[in-house]
C-alpha cells in the first residue's frame, strides 16, 4: 500500500507551493488515477513519491516503510513510464531494453523481445529509436516500465501521442498488469482513460488535490444527468453543462429556458471532465 | 559487475554511434602524418644567436665556424644591428681588438631575462679565452649521470606534447557529449528511476571514454615509435591521466545544461591544459603552477616511456598523485553528478 | 531585406540569452587573457634554475644567483635526484677544491655548458670588456599570446555562427527559413554580423588586456581583424554544413580548431623555408598580418590583409551554393 501524507512541496526561489498539502492512499492492485491541467503539480507529486524530488514536507509511505528508508533498490520495484519519451536515440529499440533490463536486479523479467511485440513495436525492434515517431517512442518508453515486472508502476500520460488502435492496446495492458498484482499510479488528464480503467481518481488543481473518490462515486455525487446548453448571452454563443441533480444547477436550466435564448440542447451522462470543469473553473488539456 | 558491463558496453555503443571512433581514427591519421612527414628532424626553439669577428686574425671565427656553421656568422656590426632590429627573437655578439686588448659587445633584445644575459657574459668570456688560446685555469669538471644518452630526433620528440595535449583532452570534452546527449534526450531521467546510482554512471562512462582515449593513443603511438615500448607503464599512464580528464570533464559538464553553453568554458580549460607545452619545449624553465597541471607529468612522464634516458622510479610518484589527484576528482564528480543529474529539476 | 536580416539577429540574440551562450562566449576570452596577463608575468622572466648542495661554499652562491635561479639541496643524493627530474636543471657540488657540474645527459647543449663556463668565469674574472646593448624591447612572449587570443577571439566568433545554425538545424527552425522569402546570403549575414561584431570587440579588449593599452596600434589592429572576419565566418559555415546537432558540432569543432589554432603555432615553431606549406591556408595571412602588427610594426600589412580577406571570400563564395542547395534556402 502507498501512502501520501500532507505532502507540501515548492522549487527552490519560486514563493508559491506547487504542492500544497497533498494527501492520498492506493491499495495494492490498484490504479490510482491523478488527474488535473498541466502545471496542476502532477509530475511534481509523482517525482517526490519516486525520489527524483527531495521530500520537503510531509510523508510518503510504502508497505508501512517511509521513503527516506528506502535505498537504491526500492527501483527495482517500481517502473516509470515518463510523459516525454526519454530514450537512447542513437541505439535500436530492442538495445535501449536490453541496456535498460540490465540495469535491475529482478528475479523474474520479460525479455525485450516479448515487450515490444506486447506495445506493437516487434517489426521495428532493430530501428533506431531516434528514428520512431512519437507514438512509437512513447510505447518504447512503456515497455521500458513494465519489462521488469515492477509491483509499482508509474504511468504518466501512457496514451499521449496514440492512435486509438494502439491507445487500446496499451489500456489492455494497463489493466492486465493490474490483474497481475501491480498497483498504478495513473498521472493523466485523458479523462475517458481514467474514467475506464482507474478504481479511484484525484483532481489536483493548483497543487491541491480538490476531489477524491472512484470515477462512479464522483459521477453520482454530481449527478450522472447532465445537460450540455448552448445559448446566445449578449449576443455570444456559450455553452454550459449542467447537473440536473444539483439544485442551483436546475434552477440555471429553467432560467434559460424560461428566457428563450437556448439554441440546442443535449442530454447526456456526466463525464470526469465535465466535473473537472464545474470544480475548478477551468479545462483539463 | 554484471550491470557495470552492461553500461559500459552501451555507453561504448552510443560513442560508436556519435562516430567518436570514426573521429580519432581522423585525428590519429593526421597526428601520425604530421609527425612522420611534416615536422622537421632537427629545429631549435628559442633565441637565434649572431656573431661578428672584427678580431685581429679572426680568431673567433676560425674556431668556431665548424661547430656554429656559416650561418651564424655575419659580415659587420651595422648588419648584426640590423639583423637584431628585424628579427625579434635575435641577438648578436661583435668580437674585437686583439689578444691583449679584447672587446665584447652584446648586442640585444632587451626582453631576454637579465641573469640570461649575464650567463651569456659568462659564456663568453670562456669562449674567448679558449678561441684566443689564452689558457685558463679550469675549476670544474663534468659529472654525465647518463653519458649514453640519444636525443630523439625533434619531429619524434613532439609526440608526448601531441599525446598530452590530444588524448588528455578526448575524455574531456567526449563524456561531456554524452551527458549533453542524455540531458537533451532525457535519457537521464530513466537512469534516474532505475537501482543504479551515481557511481556506476560515472565509472561507466569514463571508463569508456578510457578505452577511446587508448585507442586513439595506439593509433598515434604505433605508427611513429613502433612496438618497442615499455607497454606496461605507457597505458597505465595513458589511461590514468585520461581518467582523470575525463572525470574532470564530467565534473564540470554537469554544471551546465547544454554542449552550445559548456563548448567556451571548454576552450578556456583547453587552454590552461595546454600550458605546459611552454615547459616542454623550454625545459630549462620550470614553473610550480604549470607542474600541477595533469598535462604535465603525462607529457614528461610518456617521454621518459617513449625516448627512456634510464631513469629509474620516475613512474611510481608520477602514478601515485594521478590517483590520488583522480581520487580527489571522482569524488567531487560524484557530487556534482548526484547533486546535478541524478535529481530532477535541473 | 534588411528587416529580415534584423529578424535573424533577434531571434538569435534572445536564444544565446537564454543559453547563456552569449555570457560565456564573452566571459571566457575576457577570463582567459586576464589569467594570462597575470602569468604572463612569471613566463617572461623565467631564469634557467641550477641545484646546489650545502657543499657549495656561501659567497660562491651567492655569485651563482646573478646567473640562475638557485634550488638548494642538503646533500648529494637529493642533488642526484633533483637533476635527475623531467626539467632541465644542472647541479653543482664541491669537491676537494674543485667544483662539479652534475648533469643527466639529454639536456641542451647550452645547459650543459653553461654552468661550468659561470664557475671558471667566477674564477678568470673578466679577461675581456664586455658591453650590453639592449635595444629595451618587451618580451615577444606577449606579442604571441596576444595574437593567439585575437585568434581565438575571431575563432570564437565562428563558432558562435555555427552552433547558431546548428541550432537551427536541430530545432528545424531552417525548415521555417526554407518556407520564407529569405535568402541564403541574408541568412549567412544574419547569422553572422552580431558574432562578428563581438568578435571584433573581444578582440580589441584581448590585445589591450595582454599588451597594456596603449602599446598597439588599434586602428591597423581593427583593419587586420576585420580582414579576417571572413575566415571565421567560413569557420562558422563549415561547422553549420558538417554538423546536424550539437554531438556532431563537437567533434567538427576539435578537428576545426586544430586547423585555427594549429596553422598559428606551426607558423611560429617551423623554420622559415618550411612557411610556403601554410600559405593557402586563410588563417596564416591572418596570423601574418597579427604578427605583422604586434611584432613588426615597421612592415606593411595590406598584402597579408587582402589575400586573407579575398581568400576567405572566395571560401564563402564556393559555399554559398552548397548551403543554398543543402538547407533549401532562396
Known amino acids: 500500500m502507498i501512502k501520501v501524507e500532507q505532502l507540501s512541496f515548492a522549487y527552490p526561489g519560486s514563493s508559491t507551493k506547487a504542492v500544497d498539502n497533498v494527501s492520498f492512499e492506493i491499495e495494492k492492485g490498484r490504479i490510482f488515477g491523478f488527474l488535473g491541467p498541466s502545471g496542476a503539480g502532477k509530475s511534481t507529486v509523482q517525482n517526490i513519491m519516486i525520489g527524483l524530488l527531495p521530500l520537503q514536507d510531509g510523508k510518503v509511505v510504502y508497505d508501512g516503510k517511509p521513503l527516506r528508508q528506502l535505498g537504491k533498490s526500492f527501483f527495482n520495484r517500481i517502473g516509470v513510464s515518463f510523459e516525454h519519451p526519454n530514450i537512447y536515440e542513437k541505439l535500436t529499440g530492442l538495445e535501449n531494453l536490453h541496456y535498460y533490463a540490465g540495469l535491475f536486479s529482478v528475479g523474474e523479467r520479460l525479455a525485450p523481445e516479448l515487450v515490444l511485440d506486447m506495445v506493437g513495436l516487434g517489426d521495428a525492434r532493430n530501428k533506431r529509436a531516434g528514428q520512431y515517431s512519437k507514438g512509437m517512442k512513447q510505447r518504447l518508453v512503456f515497455a521500458r516500465a513494465i519489462m521488469h515486472r515492477p509491483d509499482i508502476l508509474f504511468l504518466d500520460e501512457p496514451l499521449s501521442g496514440l492512435d486509438p488502435t494502439t491507445g487500446q492496446r496499451i489500456k489492455e495492458i494497463i489493466l492486465r498488469e493490474k490483474e497481475r498484482g501491480a498497483t498504478i499510479f495513473l498521472t493523466t488528464h485523458n479523462m475517458l482513460l481514467a474514467d475506464e480503467v482507474c478504481d479511484t481518481v484525484a483532481f489536483i488543481n493548483d497543487g491541491k488535490i480538490i476531489a477524491k473518490d472512484s470515477p462512479r462515486n464522483l459521477k453520482l455525487q454530481f449527478g450522472t444527468r447532465a445537460v450540455k446548453v448552448e445559448h446566445r448571452q449578449d449576443e455570444r454563443l456559450t455553452t454550459e453543462t449542467l447537473f440536473l441533480d444539483r439544485d442551483e444547477d436546475r434552477q440555471q436550466f429553467n432560467r434559460l429556458l424560461s428566457t428563450g435564448h437556448v439554441e440546442t440542447m443535449h442530454s447526456q451522462e456526466a463525464t470526469l471532465e465535465q466535473i473537472f470543469i464545474k470544480l475548478t473553473g477551468r479545462g483539463l488539456s | ?346 | 531585406m534588411l528587416a529580415r536580416i534584423l529578424s535573424i539577429v533577434r531571434k538569435d540574440l534572445a536564444y544565446t540569452r537564454k543559453e547563456h551562450i552569449l555570457l560565456y562566449m564573452l566571459l571566457f576570452p575576457l577570463v582567459l587573457a586576464v589569467a594570462m596577463r597575470l602569468f604572463l608575468p612569471s613566463v617572461e622572466q623565467l631564469d634557467m634554475t641550477f641545484a646546489i648542495d650545502q657543499s657549495v661554499p656561501a659567497e660562491i652562491a651567492a655569485q651563482l644567483e646573478t646567473y640562475a635561479k638557485l634550488e638548494t639541496v642538503t646533500d648529494r643524493n637529493q642533488l642526484e635526484e633533483r637533476v635527475q627530474r623531467f626539467d632541465d636543471v644542472p647541479g653543482i657540488y664541491y669537491e676537494n677544491g674543485r667544483y662539479f657540474v652534475l648533469l643527466e645527459g639529454n639536456e641542451s647543449s647550452a645547459i650543459q655548458d653553461l654552468p661550468g663556463a659561470i664557475l671558471d668565469r667566477l674564477n678568470v674574472g673578466e679577461p675581456a670588456k664586455v658591453e650590453r646593448e639592449s635595444l629595451g624591447r618587451a618580451s615577444l612572449f606577449r606579442q604571441f599570446v596576444a595574437i593567439m587570443l585575437v585568434i581565438t577571439c575571431g575563432a570564437i566568433g565562428g563558432l558562435a555562427i555555427g552552433l547558431s545554425i546548428v541550432n537551427d538545424r536541430e530545432t528545424r527552425t531552417l525548415r521555417a527559413y526554407a518556407v520564407s522569402p529569405l535568402s541564403t546570403l541574408e541568412y549567412i549575414v544574419g547569422k553572422s554580423s552580431v558574432a562578428l561584431i563581438l568578435a571584433l570587440g573581444l578582440s580589441l579588449a584581448v590585445a589591450a588586456i595582454i599588451m597594456g593599452g596603449t602599446a598597439i596600434d588599434y586602428g591597423r589592429l581593427t583593419v587586420a581583424v576585420l580582414a579576417s572576419l571572413g575566415i571565421n565566418i567560413a569557420i562558422g559555415l563549415v561547422l553549420g554544413l558538417l554538423a546536424n546537432n550539437q554531438i556532431t558540432a563537437i567533434a567538427v569543432v576539435k578537428v576545426l580548431f586544430i586547423i585555427t589554432q594549429g596553422i598559428p603555432v606551426a607558423a611560429l615553431l617551423i623554420p622559415a623555408r618550411f612557411l610556403p606549406v601554410l600559405y593557402p591556408f586563410p588563417n596564416y595571412w591572418a596570423f601574418e598580418s597579427l604578427r605583422r602588427i604586434l611584432v613588426e610594426p615597421g612592415l606593411s600589412t595590406l598584402l597579408s590583409n587582402s589575400i586573407a580577406f579575398f581568400s576567405s571570400l572566395l571560401l564563402i563564395a564556393v559555399m554559398v551554393p552548397v548551403i543554398r542547395r543543402k538547407f533549401r534556402l532562396g
Open chain 2, 1 to 346: 559487475m554484471r550491470e557495470f558491463l552492461n553500461l559500459l558496453k552501451q555507453d561504448l555503443l552510443v560513442s560508436w554511434r556519435n562516430g567518436f571512433f570514426a573521429v580519432i581514427l581522423l585525428l590519429g591519421v593526421g597526428m601520425v602524418l604530421l609527425v612522420n612527414f611534416a615536422l622537421p628532424e632537427q629545429a631549435k626553439v628559442g633565441a637565434a644567436e649572431y656573431i661578428v669577428d672584427l678580431t685581429n686574425g679572426r680568431l673567433v671565427r676560425s674556431s668556431l665556424e665548424e661547430r656554429l656553421g656559416a650561418d651564424a656568422f655575419l659580415q659587420s656590426e651595422a648588419e648584426a644591428r640590423e639583423v637584431v632590429e628585424s628579427k625579434r627573437n635575435a641577438l648578436a655578439i661583435v668580437f674585437r681588438g686583439d689578444r691583449d686588448n679584447p672587446g665584447i659587445t652584446i648586442l640585444h633584445q632587451g626582453n631576454e631575462p637579465p641573469k640570461a644575459i649575464n650567463a651569456l657574459e659568462a659564456a663568453l668570456q670562456i669562449t674567448w679565452l679558449q678561441v684566443a688560446d689564452l689558457g685558463y685555469q679550469k675549476v670544474h669538471e663534468q659529472v654525465i649521470l647518463r653519458p649514453d644518452l640519444e636525443k630523439p630526433p625533434f619531429s619524434k620528440s613532439m609526440l608526448p606534447l601531441l599525446m598530452g595535449l590530444e588524448v588528455v583532452m578526448l575524455g574531456f570534452a567526449f563524456i561531456s557529449v554524452l551527458v549533453f546527449q542524455e540531458k537533451a534526450e532525457g535519457s537521464i531521467k530513466a537512469y534516474r528511476v532505475s537501482p543504479r546510482g551515481a557511481w556506476l554512471y560515472i565509472w561507466s562512462k569514463s571508463l569508456a571514454m578510457v578505452l577511446i582515449s587508448v585507442v586513439y593513443a595506439l593509433i598515434i603511438t604505433v605508427p611513429t615509435i613502433g612496438l618497442n615500448l615499455q607497454w606496461g607503464s605507457y597505458l597505465l599512464l595513458v589511461a590514468l591521466t585520461s581518467l582523470l580528464m575525463t572525470m574532470l570533464g564530467l565534473f564540470i559538464a554537469a554544471w551546465f545544461d547544454t554542449l552550445s553553453e559548456f563548448i567556451f568554458p571548454m576552450v578556456g580549460v583547453f587552454a590552461v591544459i595546454g600550458l605546459p607545452a611552454i615547459s616542454y619545449l623550454m625545459p630549462s624553465f620550470q614553473l610550480p603552477i604549470i607542474s600541477a597541471i595533469p598535462a604535465y607529468p603525462l607529457m614528461f612522464g610518456l617521454r621518459e616511456i617513449m625516448f627512456p634516458t634510464g631513469k629509474t622510479g620516475f613512474l611510481l610518484p608520477l602514478l601515485i598523485t594521478l590517483v590520488l589527484e583522480t581520487v580527489v576528482i571522482s569524488l567531487l564528480t560524484r557530487w556534482a553528478v548526484e547533486k546535478r543529474l541524478m535529481r530532477e529539476g535541473y
